[in-house]
Nanobody
Framework: QVQLVESGGGLVQAGGSLRLSCAASGRTFSSYAMGWFRQAPGKEREIVAGIVWRGSNTYYADSVKGRFTISRDAAKNTVYLQMNSLKFEDTAVYYC????????????????WGQGTQVTVSS
């Protein structure tokens, strides 16, 4: 099993930036890709971005394209989410997730989750 630990959340003013980190441990070799999801109060969880461990494929939700960047450091088993030009509507709990196959990656069907980190953007 893969274990995921997020860090880097916090309070930021609109227009500001934050970088989230997700450290993976355990059976990381079984993971095909990593992703970031978020869940705002009263809303369903939604995918924000995804990245494969091998190769260059990435995915971004339309709402964050051009503002957020997902990246990885395979040597550190760590995935990052750089968030720029933050908006009030980006406020949510952000979750790191892992997925074990290409099919599930493209279906956004992640099955391993971190505990979440709060991101609050003040307007």
């Amino acid at each position: 099993q893969v274990q995921l630990v997020e860090s880097g959340g916090g309070l930021v003013q609109a227009g500001g930036s934050l970088r989230l980190s997700c450290a993976a441990s355990g059976r990381t070799f079984s993971s095909y890709a990593m992703g970031w999801f978020r869940q705002a109060p009263g809303k369903e969880r939604e995918i924000v971005a995804g990245i494969v461990w091998r190769g260059s494929n990435t995915y971004y939700a339309d709402s964050v394209k051009g503002r957020f960047t997902i990246s990885r450091d395979a040597a550190k088993n760590t995935v990052y989410l750089q968030m720029n030009s933050l908006k009030f509507e980006d406020t949510a709990v952000y979750y790191c997730a892992a997925v074990g196959s290409a099919v599930d990656y493209y279906l956004h069907n992640y099955n391993v989750w971190g505990q979440g980190t709060q991101v609050t953007v003040s307007s």
